[in-house]
């Protein structure tokens, strides 16, 4: 049911009921004791004032009956309450719910509708996980090799590269060399480790000079850290669709 809220407040308008199976209404404004109040078939006087959005009863609900809103039991009566009254805290309180006392809440209709699934193109990784890009990534070890890996991404700026792939792009950092063995180079491998193990990234080249701290070995799994499982060679990989 629509009703017209911006128009002034009417015997049909001044409250709402949420649900059909509602046994108190809303009121939309203010309403004064002994105010007539109409919904469909029910016309009631109100008993008292009944703030606006509070609840007013539309129907007679004996003490220890549940009262309904939204379609939804809401709290029990703690008085007789008779259509027209101000329904609040003084005669609505709450207890444990028993299913034998309350019918089932209406359930909606699920709405069956044949849909398309999702797709997207990817490129799947062996490990089952699908990237959105293929690039190539250009690792440096530590910062004495940062330069050289930016200088390797640049040279393929105005090259061509193959369909499938995306570019190519260089991880730089100022890490990895003159610094000791702790929670600084953990968080570096962490990160770098990251870029590997990207399912954007299909092939990397991890630079180094052989003496920093922050070793290739441990990328390439000659160390106890876990090796990346990206691979090394560049793979034409196909561009496919997937669900």
Known sequence: MLYEIENPATTKNSVILLHHRDNVAIARVFLSPGQQIA???ITVLTQSAIPVG????????????????????????TEMIEPGQHVHMHNLGYKELDPTEVSPVEQLPKRHTEKTPATFL????????IGTRNYIAIVAASNCAAYTSQLIASSFAEEPLPPALDGVVAFPHGEGCG????????????????VLDHP???????????CEVNQIGHYLGRS???????????????????Q
């Open 54 to 77: 509070h609840k007013v009863a539309v129907r007679r609900i004996a003490t220890g009956e549940p009262v309904y809103r939204y379609g939804n039991v809401i709290g029990f009566a």
């Open 224 to 242: 106890e850290a876990a090796a990346t499982h990206t691979a090394a060679a560049l793979i034409d990989a196909p561009r496919r669709k997937f």
């Open 200 to 210: 954007n990234v299909s092939a990397a080249l991890i630079l180094g000079l052989g």
């Open 39 to 41: 919904l469909d078939d």
């Open 122 to 129: 990817g490129y799947q990784r062996s490990d089952g996980r």
């Open 179 to 194: 610094q000791a063995i702790g929670p600084d180079t953990d968080q570096l491998q962490r990160t770098l480790e990251g």
